[in-house]
């Protein structure tokens, strides 16, 4: 229910923006508790919240998708053990992102910023009964705060050089200095990057999120889709002001998101799991918007964490459905020739998976195109090896979505049917594989329609359209060059030409690989055996944390924390604090003897202490 009131009033904040004669740039700020919230030593900070055409397209994605994902939820999680502590979980979490976008200073953005990480937590960690869920939770929260560290020193320096918090101050500050280039502004933009690469699952801290699919199906819905993993896109693309004056940091952002693309595309192309795949496809489209960002276009990139929104949410509510028919059954290999079994979950999920492949006219066609495209044309001197990665990852993304189409739902059934349910999901009273309820398969008809629509408010000039997306957000975001004046419509089109014969590509060779000979990619990985198990065992990177971060500290604070210091200082102390009491004590308890001669003995030993004291303590006074 508080979601569905959200998404109302989403709505009718969306038709106020855009009623006839509505302004065409809106800010609005409100303050709540008065001016009291935290003011201390000349430093101020207000609980404010302010509302922008960023915020608006950002409150959109987070209310509309949440709310088609909550209803979801009653259905898949219907007949789960503590249905409602998780419906509790999820709504907390929308109320901490949704106090993330509006806020209107980088203080309580942080705040929001750790809610959607103790949130992901409880959520991630929903299945606490299962150590491989415990253990995925507390990575997710662990590897966040590494990222948390640096968003609080990126605070502290703000503090230290703009005296405040606040967005308007900040930007106003940067803005009325245009000789301040790099320095300290580049320490910030940095230290701002490694938060957004921990929430955003950049490298290097992305490997949090392909643990958290031991989450429900939701749940990764949610968190890949529509809510924290964008609020690293979100916080940069709201920082912009800083990261323009910084072109070091703006090359380290580009550099990380391609990179970060390509990596987690390589090893979404031979994984197994459904749920994997597509959270190695949620870090590679990350990496995509990080490029957008990294090369000055940020509207792109917000343009793409909108229409991803409603692919991916898409995709993993679908194999979230597919799950439910196979009674839990995750692995491709046991799947096949579902698509007359569940009709439903296979066209809305054909709508995903074209989506993100990158074909027109479907959303992720004009997203990602315009990412490509900005990268091309950018001044950025590694601006065409940028696009080149790019590229290259669209065929990639292309061809392991296809795999998982044609794995999942063409072929031989290679499942068994089951009339019992071992994931806790409702089996239709025991008729085997079969389509969802409606109030599951209903949020997939609608994210499958704005999959197929979503695009469109981005249509480019070269292709006959306005980019509306971009008219509404030149108001917040500064345009990347203006491309269309200094090159030509042809070289536009020329380069979605390319991106898509390289999406059909990637088709092609899923096509030949998985649905005409489907043991073809299986001899292949047997003639490359060491470059296929490197890649299936995701390049060893989580061994390579174990062992060079994650043992050495736990030795360090098992031994010289646990064995030395605790043992032996603090215990030690404590032994020996104990030990001289005793002895004290054993000294003092002999004056109790329960003889009178002793008491006048110590009785006439005191009285004399006391006189010398009295007569040489007043001969020392004096003197």
């Known amino acids: ?61 987070v209310t509309c998708v949440g709310f088609l994902i909550h209803l979801y939820s009653v259905g898949y999680m219907a007949h789960e053990e503590g249905y409602w502590r998780f419906f509790a979980y999820l709504n907390l979490f929308m109320f901490f992102m949704l106090v993330l976008v509006l806020s209107a200073n980088f203080l309580l953005l942080f705040v929001g910023w750790e809610g959607v990480g103790l949130a992901s937590y409880l959520l991630i960690g929903f299945y606490f009964k299962k150590d491989s869920a415990a253990n995925a939770g507390k990575k997710a929260f662990i590897v966040n705060r590494i990222g948390d560290f640096g968003f609080l020193l990126a605070m502290f320096l703000m503090i230290s050089h703009f005296g405040s918090l606040d967005f308007a101050t900040v930007f106003s500050a940067v803005s009325a200095h245009p000789e301040w280039h790099g320095g300290f502004l580049t320490a910030i933009a940095l230290l701002l990057v490694v938060g957004a690469t921990g929430k955003s699952a950049q490298i290097p801290l992305y490997v949090w999120l392909p643990d958290a699919m031991e989450g429900p199906t939701p749940v990764s819905a949610l968190i890949h889709a529509a809510t924290m993993v964008t609020a690293g896109i979100y916080m940069v693309a709201r920082s912009h002001v800083i990261f323009d004056r910084s072109p070091y940091a703006l090359g380290v952002v580009a550099i990380i998101g391609a990179a970060t693309a390509f990596f987690a595309a390589c090893i979404g192309m031979v994984q197994h799991d459904i749920k994997r795949v597509l959270a190695y496809s949620t870090v ?161 008809m609608v994210l499958a329609l704005l999959s197929i629509i979503g695009g469109w408010v981005g249509v480019p000039a070269a292709l006959g359209g306005h980019d509306e997306i971009g008219a509404f957000l030149e108001p917040v975001l500064s345009p ?79 031994l010289i924390l646990g064995t030395i210091f605790d043992g032996g200082v603090v215990g030690g102390a404590g032994y020996a604090a104990g030990a001289s009491t005793r002895g004290l004590g054993s000294l003092v308890r002999r004056i109790q003897s329960g003889n009178i001669r002793s008491y006048a003995g110590w009785l006439a030993l005191g009285a004399a202490a006391v006189i010398a004291v009295m007569i040489f303590g007043h001969s020392l006074w004096l003197h």
């Not at 959200?6 to 106020?16: G, H, K, P």
């Not at 609005?28 to 608006?56: E, Y």
């Open 284 to 444: 590679s489209q990350l990496g995509y918007m990080f490029l957008a960002c990294g090369v000055g276009a940020y509207t792109a990139g917000i343009f793409h964490l909108l229409t991803h929104a409603f692919f991916k949410a898409l995709l993993f509510l679908a194999a979230g459905s597919v799950i439910h028919a196979l009674s839990g059954e995750q692995d491709m290999r046991k799947m096949g020739g579902l698509r007359k079994r569940i009709p439903v979950t296979f066209w809305t999920m054909t709508m995903g998976v074209f989506a993100i492949a990158g074909l027109p006219p479907l959303a992720g066609f004009f997203s990602k195109d315009e990412i490509l495209f900005q990268a091309f044309v950018s001044p950025n001197p590694i601006g065409k090896l940028l696009w080149l990665v790019g590229l290259i990852t669209a065929g990639m993304t292309s061809f392991y979505m296809f795999r998982l189409w044609f794995k999942t739902f063409f072929g031989e059934e290679r499942f068994e049917e089951h009339t019992d349910h071992g994931h806790g999901h409702d089996d239709h009273h025991g008729h085997g594989v079969h389509e969802s309820p409606l109030v599951m398969t209903l949020p997939l």
């Open 480 to 558: 990347a060059v203006t491309v269309t004046e200094v090159v030509s419509h042809s070289t536009e089109l020329g380069l979605a030409a390319v991106s898509v014969l390289v999406a059909l590509l990637g088709l092609f060779i899923a096509y030949a690989l998985y649905y005409k000979k489907p043991g073809t990619a299986a001899s292949y990985a047997q003639k490359f055996p060491a470059l296929y198990r490197l890649v299936d065992n995701k390049f060893y990177v989580d061994e390579i944390y174990q062992g060079v971060i994650v043992t050495p500290l736990l030795m360090f604070s098992r």
């Open 1 to 61: 229910m508080p979601t569905a009131i959200s998404a109302l009033l989403w709505m009718w904040l969306w038709a106020t923006i855009k009623a006839p004669g509505a302004p065409e740039s809106i800010h609005s700020t409100i303050t709540l508790f008065g001016n009291s919230w935290i003011s201390v030593s000349g430093f101020h900070a207000d609980f404010a919240f302010t509302v922008d055409h960023l915020t608006a397209i950002m409150l959109g994605v």
